[in-house]
């Protein structure tokens, strides 16, 4: 596909990248990073996630603003902005393929385990959140993609709604700042792909509008239940994305 060719589709599908970010509460781009490949290159959607995505974590800001827990942007943020340059930097000479397997994977696993065994809970401590914010972002930086993981690490310490959007959207900002001024270095940001920021400005704008109106109906239980089967649909999708064309290419030799 080419976005350019599908432009309302691909509009259309970032928006609701969007809206399920913001009530996933760890950000469209685990949702838009498989979304965007199917229309442009692997290198193209991370420069155009990073630059999307502070556009969506600043709407978030403005729409979430009372939420923030200092310690844990400290403790998860800083070790996230860090790993992400290191990640960002190590995209440019790793294959990608397996690294998105197993991460999908993974996703997979601590979500169904999360659903099912529902008294087992990551322990809200320092080295969990150090732990969990370094991974987090070092997978965002060689995939485009880490708020999953973030999302759980943020669960564990039981946090309000909003201050668990909130306190997501200021880590994610300082990550994706971070990242976007690398994969700039790397030449993913395509002059050629820059027509698609305005439109995705304005779907992070409506996209978080509508998803806070769909989370002000929701219990908190509901909500980190909802956090939980989102990261579980996106590592089927992630999955799927994966596997399904090297079957393709299998089948059809």
């Given at each position: 596909m080419n976005a350019l060719e599908h432009l309302p589709l691909f509009i259309f599908l970032s928006l609701l990248a969007e809206i399920l970010g913001t009530i996933g509460g760890f950000g469209s781009s685990l949702f838009f990073v498989p979304i965007a490949s199917y229309f442009i290159d692997l290198h193209s959607v991370l420069g155009i996630t990073a630059m999307f995505h502070v556009m969506s974590n600043i709407t978030k800001l403005f729409f979430f603003r009372k939420g923030f827990d200092k310690k844990l942007i400290i403790s998860i943020g800083i070790p996230a902005v860090i790993f992400v340059v290191l990640g960002a930097?190590?995209?440019?000479?790793?294959?990608t393929g397996i690294l998105e397997i197993l991460l999908a994977?993974?996703?997979?696993?601590?979500?169904?385990?999360?659903?099912?065994?529902k008294e087992i809970v990551l322990k809200p401590t320092l080295f969990n959140a150090i732990g969990g914010g370094a991974l987090s972002g070092f997978i965002a930086g060689l995939i485009?993609?880490?708020g999953a993981i973030r999302g759980i690490t943020?669960?564990?310490?039981?946090l309000t709604r909003d201050s668990f959007i909130a306190t997501s959207a200021l880590i994610d900002l300082g990550i994706d700042s971070s990242r976007g001024v690398v994969y700039?270095?790397?030449?993913y940001v395509h002059k050629d792909d820059l027509y698609l920021l305005p439109m995705l400005l304005m779907a992070s704008i409506l996209g978080t509008y509508i998803?806070?109106?769909i989370l002000e109906r929701m219990s908190e239980k509901?909500?980190?239940?909802t956090v939980l089967v989102l990261v579980l649909i996106t590592g089927i999708i992630?999955?799927?994305k994966v596997i399904f064309p090297s079957i393709k290419a299998y089948l059809d030799n």
């Open positions: 930097y190590l995209g440019k000479y790793i294959q994977i993974f996703l997979i696993g601590v979500s169904l385990t999360f659903l099912i065994f485009g993609t880490g943020l669960a564990a310490f039981n700039y270095l790397n030449g998803g806070k109106k509901q909500f980190k239940q992630s999955l799927g």
